[in-house]
């Protein structure tokens, strides 16, 4: 194949550090149609799906996970392009290489044009979702790439220094792994953040961390998104991990959050250790079926009665 990105000087500068915005041709692979997307539903094994769906805007956050429930991939289409779910795809290295083949080749080109950029870790994942779908205000623990093939979104951004949006304690929390994927949110923070609008082609990367939340626009949305690591981001890891620990299980209160130097090293260090003997394993979070796909009414759900519902494997 040939080249699959296209990025400003700016956007190759900025990639892996802040906001970066580019151009990719992933949809001229022929794999993003409706029929490849349907066989590729089709051959996704439980533990390497999720399905969600999500509250309305203005309405108390809640994100609930589900079952496909054994629904052919069309209609299974059909539910994501009718209703208001969110179904990501996981592990592209076990299920599809076909598609891992054009995320490396996009970061490998990146590195190219960016000498000195290192990013590893690479896990990408296929976000299928409604056009009226959205996902609520959360951080992600690595740097993320947001490749976007089909449909409209905007995206809202919010700057990860600003400890009243995203406090040091949250941090830790999404890291350690024991919150939801929500954290604290006020509409008023809107008027400081950056609203980017992705239309198919186009790629976004943004700052380690930085909180964001997703309005699909318009059209059934098919994405990539990828979670990469750069030597940097290693680091902010181990820190805030290490400082988690120290603040839930010694009861300190973590003064520095700097990444560098040799106090940092010696936190990833513990962080390390601490991940090692599972320390804090028992408070990460579970994720609950609470309903599935109705087969008689595609694009609507069904509740799973409480007594039914069982905790998803994901591996
Ligand atoms: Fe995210």
Redesign the pocket.
């Known amino acids: 194949m040939s080249k699959i990105v296209e990025a400003s000087t700016e956007s190759i500068e900025n990639f892996g550090s802040g906001l970066s915005h580019f151009n990719h041709n992933f949809a001229s692979s022929g794999l993003f149609t409706d029929e490849k997307l349907a066989e590729l539903i089709e051959r996704y094994p439980r533990e390497y799906y999720m399905l969600n769906t999500m509250t309305a805007q203005g309405d108390k956050p809640e994100w609930r996970s589900g079952e496909i429930n054994n629904i052919s991939g069309d209609k299974v289409l059909q539910a994501l392009t009718d209703g208001r779910i969110w179904l990501a795809l996981r592990r592209f290295d076990v299920v599809c290489p076909e598609y891992d083949d054009l995320v490396h080749q996009a970061f490998s080109e990146m590195e190219d044009l960016k000498p000195g950029l290192k990013t590893f870790n690479h896990k990408s994942t296929m976000l299928i979702s409604s056009p009226g779908a959205r996902?609520l205000y959360?951080a992600?623990i690595p740097y993320?790439c947001l490749f976007h093939v089909r449909g409209r979104k905007k995206l809202w951004l919010y700057d990860a220094e600003n400890k009243s949006h995203l406090p040091d304690k949250t941090l830790e929390g999404v890291i350690l792994r024991e919150t939801e994927e929500e954290i604290g949110y006020d509409e008023a923070w809107d008027k400081e953040a950056s609203a980017v609008v992705l239309e198919p082609g186009k790629a976004l990367s943004w700052q380690l961390n930085a909180p964001?939340r997703v309005d699909n626009l318009d059209g059934l949305n098919v994405s990539i998104?990828t979670d990469y690591f750069t030597p940097y981001a290693q680091k902010k890891y181990g820190v805030y991990y290490a400082n988690g620990v120290a603040r839930r299980k010694f009861g300190m209160t973590p003064k520095s959050t700097n990444v560098d130097g040799l106090g940092a090293y010696a936190k990833c260090a513990a962080a390390l250790a601490f991940k090692k003997t599972g320390i804090m394993k028992s408070s990460e979070r579970e994720m609950i079926s609470t309903f599935r796909l109705d087969p008689n009414d595609i694009g609507k759900i069904v509740d799973i009665p409480n007594q039914e519902r069982t905790v998803i494997e994901q591996l």
Request: without cysteine.
């Open positions: 996902v959360h992600d993320v964001h998104t």
